[in-house]
């Protein structure tokens, strides 16, 4: 009889005879018994090697291992109430694919600290362990559920070049490479393109990719490169329509977040707890009162900035709100695609801050060609390096809004995760471009 191939999530006590594949996790050998503890993606599995019932040499093999070796094991499967599973293998052969070396550059299973920047240049051993790969399932269900939300909603995804002959949100985070001779970039956000296809008749249009900023400083919440969720949407009345959808697409990915990724929210120790909805608005300068009243003087114009921000979370907090809205930021302040509040020093724009963290910023667009070129020139910008862009606007451009959300800042804050390096795989920043 040829065993079944099953993995740890599979096996039952219905298979008389399996192979499960995986890592060798841990070996306790107990003289005349050991226990050799196999790890998959999904669990562990004890596998159960009696000395005398066993072949000698399997035996042999079996309790050697070294950590971490990639095998094969097929055996009977028994009942055991010893073990997580409720059963356990009884082994009959080994195949070993590949032994690991040792030392491991860093333990799987032990319970001693390893330093951030250890786990980092070892991502393929740290991965190994099951709460650090939990938040990259949960990553991906969250990239999945997003998806279908703006399917519900009708939107197009598409897919924008990550090349770019100009950046769109300043110069200073613009990394430059060499494009066959000329300068060329690598994209900020998708902002001029997905603007551009408002006027192609795909009046709703995401995408999610990867984006780029030259970030010089260290944060916990800045890296080179992040995941950009960003929508672009025609016909709005006012960007409140705007404000909506984001608010429809949290509606539909929390609760489903902790459905769908309920067991990795278990290893992880975690709930997620959906914002209160719908969202507060706050305006930029409730804010700077708000801080005001906690001691902090910011002048109009100021950035809130990261203590800014953190402050107002907390006042948020108390009054029972993690998500919330800020608008009517300074004209000033925002860049030259967003449309100016006529008549005042503010704009038609909103971030959208999480536990006193932005993770959105979003708004009206200015789609008049004439104001357009008019804000650019305000902006110290040369229209012409924006041709082909402007372009869009000449022929007919529907009004539109649209946002730009850190997917890594928002799992960051659904999961509590003290640093966005826990939710990038392999994290980009200035010390780091390797693995
Ligand atoms: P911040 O002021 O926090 O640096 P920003 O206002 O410069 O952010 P936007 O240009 O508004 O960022 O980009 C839209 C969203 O993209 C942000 O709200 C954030 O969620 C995400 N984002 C921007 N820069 C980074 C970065 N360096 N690392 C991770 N996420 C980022
Ligand atoms: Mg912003």
Redo the contacts with the bound molecule.
């Keep these: 009889m040829t065993a079944a191939l099953r993995d740890t999530r599979t096996i039952s006590l219905e298979d008389e005879q399996a192979t499960v594949k995986g890592w060798v996790q841990e070996i306790r050998n107990l003289g005349g018994i050991s226990f050799i503890v196999i790890r998959d993606r999904y669990g562990t599995l004890q596998v159960t090697a009696p000395k005398k019932k066993i072949e000698p040499e399997l035996f042999q093999t079996l309790t050697t291992l070294p950590r971490e070796s990639v095998v094969a094991v097929t055996g009977t499967v028994k009942k055991s109430d010893q073990t997580a599973l409720g059963l356990e293998l009884i082994p009959s052969a080994l195949e070993v694919y590949a032994e690991a070396m040792s030392p491991l550059p860093l333990g799987v299973v032990d319970k001693v600290h390893v330093e951030p920047d250890t786990r980092l240049n070892n991502r393929f051993m740290d991965m190994r362990r099951p709460e650090i790969r939990a938040v990259f399932e949960l990553k991906s269900l969250l990239m999945d559920l997003i998806g279908e939300a703006m399917q519900e909603m009708d939107f197009v995804q598409v897919n924008t070049p990550k090349l770019v002959s100009s950046g769109a ?1 300043g110069g200073s ?1 613009l990394f430059q490479v060499d494009y066959f001779g000329k300068p060329a970039y690598l994209a ?2 998708p902002q001029l393109y997905k603007q551009m296809l408002m006027s192609t008749g795909l009046d709703r249009v995401f995408e999610m990719g990867p ?1 780029f ?1 030259a ?1 010089h400083s260290n944060t916990v ?4 490169e ?1 995941m ?1 969720f960003d929508g672009e949407m025609s016909w709005i009345q006012s960007q409140e329509d705007v404000m909506h959808t984001i608010e429809s697409i949290m509606a539909y990915v929390f609760p489903a977040m902790a459905e769908r990724g309920a067991k990795h929210l278990e290893i992880l120790g975690k709930e997620i707890v959906a914002p209160k909805m719908p969202f507060p608005i706050l305006r930029y300068q409730d804010c700077l009162e708000m801080l005001a009243s906690k001691g902090m003087q910011l002048k109009d114009g100021d ?1 809130l900035g990261t203590e800014g921000e953190k402050l107002i979370g907390e006042i948020m907090a108390e009054e029972g709100h993690d998500m919330y809205w800020i608008v009517e930021y300074p004209e000033l302040e925002k860049p030259f695609y967003i449309m100016e509040k006529e008549g005042t020093p503010y704009s038609f724009s909103f ?1 959208l801050d999480y536990k006193g ?5 979003g708004g009206q667009r200015e789609h008049r060609y004439e104001q357009l070129v008019e804000r650019m020139r305000a902006k110290g910008l040369d229209p012409d390096s924006f041709h082909s862009y402007l372009d869009a606007f000449r022929y007919g451009m529907p009004p539109h809004g649209g946002w ?3 997917v ?3 799992l960051v804050k659904m999961l509590d995760l003290p640093n ?1 390096r826990e939710a990038i795989i392999f994290p980009r920043d200035i010390n780091r471009l390797t693995p």
Excluded: K, M, W, Y
């Design positions: 949100e985070t900020q956000s984006a900023r970030e919440r800045h890296v080179s992040f950009s950035d971030d963290q932005e993770i959105s910023s730009g959300i850190g890594e800042r928002l966005i």
